[in-house]
């Protein structure tokens, strides 16, 4: 098989040694490739090289959840053609790796690697559903390019966090869980009119809207997140074989984030968020979330500035993994 392995030489968790490792172990059972990134989206470049040029078989993704990410938008950017793009293995090297471990890959990249090969050596994948983020026609952002997504978005509150925790990383901090903490609050500290009177709509075809949400999540999968070792379920329905699946708030008190913050910590495959402020969702197809003012908005943990409207879909069997 042909093998393409798109490695983060700066990923959180992996030194080069042992990315070394890995590469002469995959290639022990596969006709390798290697290239590292040089800048951010080269990750992208690559992957659409491999998919345009038909050469490879399989792409894998050394590196975080921004890796991956990336190494999906160039598979699918000339959107899913089953069976005539390579499949897509990863192996986990960021902070958190939610991608990967909803995919029940292990947390150690020694051992994902080691899944990997059983996978490959008794042909072992599935097809999953990805999620598409578009402009939305006659608005601001109409123009945008569509990008695709693996596990979540946010629109508001969760974006802005996220927001802010980049712009430490920029700055030399490591991304770890109580920096997300401490911007958290230091957010919700400075954003009092936004918490107490939310400015997105929820917008869905031959639905009424529903307004005033402070906080969105979408989730193509569960868990949302993971607290160290805890899986975190903002949307515990949510899976890779199903639509999109939506979490919102439409109060943000300092009550009601430590509720939600306790039933966040709490949660599990069978209970997530709830609550008269709370708004679900499970298995939707399509619908635009639409501010009244520019909202911070990330994709797979990726910040992606702000944006006044976004439209997503859900698109089942997008891509094929090896799993």
């Known amino acids: 098989m042909r093998a393409l392995l798109v490695v983060n030489p700066v990923a959180t968790t992996t030194s080069a040694r042992t990315r070394d490792v890995l590469a002469h172990a995959l290639a022990s ?25 038909g050469t490879t078989d399989l792409v894998i993704a050394l590196g975080g959840d921004g890796t991956v990410n990336e190494v999906v938008n160039g598979l699918l950017h000339h959107g899913p053609r089953r069976g005539e793009l390579p499949s897509l293995a990863v192996v986990p090297g960021g902070s958190t790796n939610v991608f990967a471990r909803a995919l029940g890959l292990p947390n150690d990249a020694v051992e994902a690697t080691g899944a990997l090969l059983g996978a490959l050596r008794d042909d072992s994948s599935r ?35 996220i927001g802010r925790v980049e ?56 868990p949302w997140t993971f607290f160290g070792n805890r899986p975190i379920y903002a949307a515990p329905r949510a899976s890779f074989d199903t639509g999109l699946d939506l979490t919102a708030v439409t109060r ?31 298995d939707e197809t399509s619908f635009t979330l639409q501010s009244q003012a520019p909202q911070p908005f990330q994709l797979d943990g990726d910040h992606l500035g702000l944006r006044t409207s976004v439209s997503f879909t859900g698109v089942r069997r997008a891509l094929r993994v090896i799993v």
Not at 257 to 281: D, I, K, N, Y
Request: a positive charge.
């Open 167 to 222: 712009s430490h990383r920029e700055r030399g901090k490591r991304s770890t869980h109580s920096l997300y903490v401490r911007q958290a609050v230091r957010h919700f500290t400075d954003d009092r009119q936004q918490r107490h009177h939310g400015t997105i709509s929820l917008l869905r075809e031959g639905k009424e809207p529903v307004d005033g949400l402070v906080l969105t999540i979408v989730c193509n999968t569960a």
């Open 252 to 282: 943000l008190s300092s009550a009601a984030l430590a509720r939600f913050t306790a039933q966040l910590l709490a949660s599990s495959p069978e209970r997530g968020m709830s609550g008269r402020h709370v708004v679900s969702l499970h």
């Open 29 to 53: 059972d596969l006709k390798l490739e290697v290239a590292a990134t040089e800048y951010r989206g080269h990750a992208r470049e690559l992957a659409r090289r491999a998919a345009e040029q």
């Open 127 to 161: 097809e999953i559903g990805l999620g598409l983020v578009t402009g939305t026609p006659g608005s601001a952002d109409a123009e945008v390019p569509s990008r695709w997504f693996t596990f979540c978005a946010g629109f508001g509150f969760d974006a802005g966090v």
